[in-house]
């Protein structure tokens, strides 16, 4: 959000209890409001960032709730030892189930996310200790320095400095380090691996952090009630803050805002004239909200947000080449690069069988330091597979893999990246919605140490600026300077491949591996990708490039590797095996008579 409607935004909430005038209700519904956005704002990463559908956020709620109210009233302590023992026990849980729940895919994730929400509501309803069903009342209010938050308007204040403390700090998370790493979780997590990101890690600790915004607003609730009872923490009330989370925008924390308010404002009017309407006091309320639910979906798929902010948004688009780049900031630390002629990568019998197919079959070659070597074959021929062994995408069925004389076939993509290798992809595996500048910073997610509480807390900015520093320089180096701030999916595809490798380059890579990096590019950007890799190779980056432009291929490689059907074929400098008869009938022959595209 722009700071002028911020500042008015603040200004609104702070004048609006001291206002005489302004009703008690409308007192109450705003905490209310507030009360749910804690809740969503949590759910915006969890979901509308990080894409894992939770529906058992409500039972988080109560674990604060039930945690301050049993201490409060049975043991007499203070509620703000009740908000640390709620936060540190419903980090617990939370950790406990996430690392059970996370590693379900598909649609088993929110059902067991529903399954283990209810569990937390019946345990809820059947602990003597927690009253039953009929829950805890007598809660003593919160005090601080002697002020009691025991009325609506008292604690409103309380509430919303909890929201946008939670908006700030989760707006920080995700314009940070960490940030980015969780935004990649949503359809490119397997990229993010290959790029050192910790993609369990993340997903565990956004888990958590979502759980304790909720656990504070189920503090919060407890204090302003002075009661609670099991059912405001049960399965409906999850997906009422779902609903919430989708119908305000679930990738933006103002729109966990805006959602909250319409969700609660429309149920109140619901409430009020639905029986007046159809003169029943039956409660017809969910199927109203399906009704709303799918509207939303049909007409606003990215919530109602987008439209609401569209015009503090106007124009940015064709601002985005005018922003000015990243300031000036320290270079990053670099790696040490292997000797000229160093064995860098060593392939030694790799083979990969999916069933009874052998897409792989025993290939065996080297990369020396300083040296370009093309992977070139028919499509289906195995080279982006034999690109996944090598990165630890996929495992060996059998022989070995060594890089810098040691094996890194047993090892995770993440391990591997971290060692010094860095690729590209057969198909562009770019986020669309995160602009150039910050695809390319992912690349340099293992140069920095910035934690998710550095991000959080904005302490990172220094770090930060190398990082962005970083990328624009890699982006400059590969010619697309004048788009740093555009978001990557409005790229042409040959530009997003150059994104890629500028992303990979981000990495400071000994070992690079180019998957039809020329694809998609017109003949002057093939000629200046080819000046770049010749200039990486100068510098003693090694280089692994699968092409099919054979022209491209035979003026920039040192070694080609020929494969067929998973074999390989011929291996040898570009001269020999451009004669090879072997090689012309199985994939060269008749390219001298055709000329090459220079679209």
Not at 71 to 76: P, Y
Not at 234 to 263: D, H, K, P, Q, R
Not at 507 to 519: G, K, N, S
Not at 548 to 566: A, I, R, S
Request: hydrophobic fraction near 50%; charged fraction near 15%.
């Amino acid at each position: 959000m722009r700071r002028l409607p911020l500042f008015v935004f603040i200004a609104l909430i702070v004048v609006l209890p001291l206002l005489s005038a302004t009703p008690e209700f409308w007192i109450t519904q705003l905490n209310y409001i507030g009360l749910a956005t804690l809740v969503v704002v949590g759910l915006v990463v969890l979901t509308g960032v990080a894409g894992l559908t939770s529906f058992g956020q409500a039972a988080f709620v109560g674990v604060g709730a039930y945690a301050t109210a049993y201490l409060t009233t049975a043991l007499g302590w203070s509620p703000w030892v009740g908000l640390l023992v709620g936060l540190a026990c419903t980090a617990a849980i939370a950790f406990i189930l996430g690392a059970i729940t996370l590693r379900l895919s598909g649609h088993y994730l929110p059902l067991g996310t529903i399954a283990w929400g209810l569990s937390l509501y019946y345990l809820f309803g059947n602990i003597a200790a927690f009253g039953k069903y009929d829950g805890i009342a007598g809660i003593q209010p919160i005090t601080l320095f002697g002020y009691s938050f025991a009325s609506g308007r008292s604690i409103y204040y309380l509430i919303w400095i909890a929201v946008l403390l939670a908006v700030w700090a989760t707006s920080n998370l995700l314009t940070s380090r960490p940030g980015r790493a969780i935004r990649a979780l949503k359809g490119g997590a397997g990229m993010a691996e290959s790029f050192g990101v910790n993609t369990a890690a993340y997903k565990t600790i956004i888990f958590v952090y979502a759980a304790l915004l909720a656990s504070v607003s189920g503090w919060l609730y407890a204090h302003m009630q002075r009661a609670v009872s099991p059912s405001p923490f049960g399965l409906n009330y999850g997906i009422e803050y779902l609903f919430m989370a989708v119908v305000g925008g679930a990738s933006n924390v103002w729109g966990a805002l805006l959602g909250s308010a319409l969700v609660l404002i429309i149920k109140d009017q619901i409430q009020s004239w639905l029986p007046r309407l159809l003169d029943s006091t039956a409660n017809f309320e969910m199927i109203v909200f399906g009704v709303l639910l799918v509207v939303v979906l049909q007409y606003a798929p990215g919530g109602l947000w987008a439209y609401v902010s569209a015009p503090f948004r106007r124009g940015a688009a064709t601002r985005g080449k005018a922003v000015a780049p990243p300031p000036e900031a320290p270079a990053l630390a670099r790696r040490l690069r292997p000797e000229p002629g160093q064995l860098v990568l060593e392939v030694d019998a790799a083979r990969k069988q999916f069933g009874g197919l052998v897409a792989v079959n025993d290939i065996s070659f080297k990369v020396r330091a300083g040296e370009i070597v093309g992977l070139i074959g028919p499509n289906g021929a195995g080279k982006s597979t034999t690109f996944n062994l090598i990165t630890g995408v996929l495992p060996l069925t059998g022989g070995k893999v060594s890089f810098m004389g040691g094996r890194i076939d047993t090892r995770r993509a993440r391990d591997i990246a971290k060692l010094g290798v860095g690729r590209t992809f057969q198909h562009v595996q770019l986020l669309p919605t995160m602009t150039v500048l910050e695809n390319v910073a992912l690349g340099a997610h293992l140069r920095s140490d910035v934690s998710v509480l550095a991000g959080t807390l904005r302490t990172d900015r220094a770090r930060e600026a190398r990082l962005l520093h970083e990328a624009a320089v890699q982006l400059q180096r590969v010619g697309l300077g004048d788009y740093l701030h555009e978001q990557a999916g409005n790229l042409a595809l040959g530009q997003q491949r150059i994104v890629e490798i500028a992303r990979a380059l981000a990495a400071d890579p000994v070992l690079l591996l180019l998957d039809e990096p020329a694809a998609g590019l017109r003949y002057k950007e093939k000629q200046a990708l080819g000046a770049v890799l010749k200039q990486l190779r100068a510098e003693g980056m090694s280089i692994l490039l699968v092409e099919h432009d054979m022209e491209f291929v035979m003026e920039l490689t040192n070694h080609l590797v020929v494969m067929d059907f998973g074999t390989k074929l011929a291996e040898g400098p570009p001269a020999e095996v451009q004669n090879n008869p072997a090689v012309l009938e199985a994939y060269l022959g008749g390219l001298d008579d055709e000329e090459p595209a220079h679209a």
